[in-house]
């Protein structure tokens, strides 16, 4: 099995999104092809922004949702009618997310806006696997929190746990592996220990890949953006930087601890533990150079 994640500057639009698409065709002609998804572009920022007009009453909150619906909607022009049934559905329990949040004490907004940017991921998550549906290949989203936590109530105590996502997770896609058809699954959300939806943080899509890379014994995560991979320098500022074509886990575990924008800091840990390799590549160039870690 493969993991494949791509975030949202790789999901900016029906084009990045069929480029995407063609990745996970060719994964899938080589093995089970599992694929997290971030939100599109800005969407996260976005909800996060709606959570918050919610949650202090002001009523703008409905345009701008609608105004994310249909940035979605708009990239299922092709698929099946299924499919947007599904999607409608979905995003009327995004509406009725919202509605409750309006009830809430204000003392709780930051948390409760926080959960509610991640519809952004679970409406990916579908209109991904329906564009994979409408060139024939068969797909199957999961909208829900993929990633399980354990431990205490308070967030801080809190740990994402790859056992725990795999008793809950490997059930729920057995039938579709056995169907060989692709998976797509939503980064960034995660369930804790009494149910509730919850998240891994800020660009932790990454993070979300390689738990669900060790949950389910993956024999690689796929990491595509918009850069090969990392280099000793930002590309952006020097256009000399030189790409790293591999580094330890360890290696890895430093050079991210560090800041570096290419991958999620605590993307390198699950994938260590587990030893399973974490190759970056670019969206544009999928089976050219980049970076890989391993052991």
């Not at 997290?36 to 202090?56: K, N, P």
């Not at 308070?154 to 058809?181: C, E, G, K, V, Y």
């Not at 256009?239 to 330890?248: F, H, K, M, N, R």
Request: hydrophobic share 45%.
């Amino acid at each position: 099995m493969r993991v494949l994640k791509f975030g949202g500057s790789s999901l900016a639009g029906a084009e990045k999104i069929d480029l995407a698409i063609d990745i996970v065709r060719r994964h899938m002609a080589e093995d089970i092809t599992v694929a997290v998804v971030s939100a599109m572009a800005g969407a996260t920022d976005s909800l996060l922004r709606i959570g918050e007009l919610a949650i202090y009453r002001q009523s703008i909150w409905r345009e701008k949702l609608q105004e994310i619906e249909g940035k979605y909607a708009i990239l299922l022009n092709g698929c099946a009618e299924h499919w947007r049934i599904a999607i409608q559905r979905l995003a009327a329990n995004m509406q009725r997310d919202a509605e409750s949040l309006q009830y809430l004490h204000v003392i709780a907004a930051e948390e409760e806006a926080a959960r509610f940017s991640g519809w952004g991921e679970r409406l990916m998550a579908l209109v991904f696997a329906a564009r994979l549906c409408s060139l024939g290949i068969p797909a199957y989203g999961y909208p829900l929190e993929p990633v399980m936590l354990y431990g205490a109530a308070q967030t801080s105590d809190r740990r994402a746990s790859a056992l725990a996502t795999r008793a809950w997770l490997a059930p729920q896609l057995a039938s579709a592996i056995r169907q060989n058809a692709a998976i797509v699954l939503p980064g960034y959300i995660a369930r804790d220990p009494s149910g509730k939806s919850t998240t891994l943080g800020r660009n932790a899509s990454d993070y979300s890949a390689t738990l669900i890379g060790a949950a389910l014994g993956a024999t690689g995560v796929y990491i595509y953006s918009d850069v090969a991979g990392l280099y000793t320098e930002d590309p952006k500022v020097n256009p000399q930087a030189q790409l790293i074509s591999y580094l330890t886990f360890e290696e890895a575990l430093s050079v991210t601890s560090r800041g570096v924008k290419a991958l999620h800091p605590r993307a390198v840990e699950p994938a260590a533990q587990s030893a399973i390799p974490v190759k970056l590549r670019s969206l544009y160039a999928p089976f050219g150079a980049g970076t890989d870690i391993g052991a």
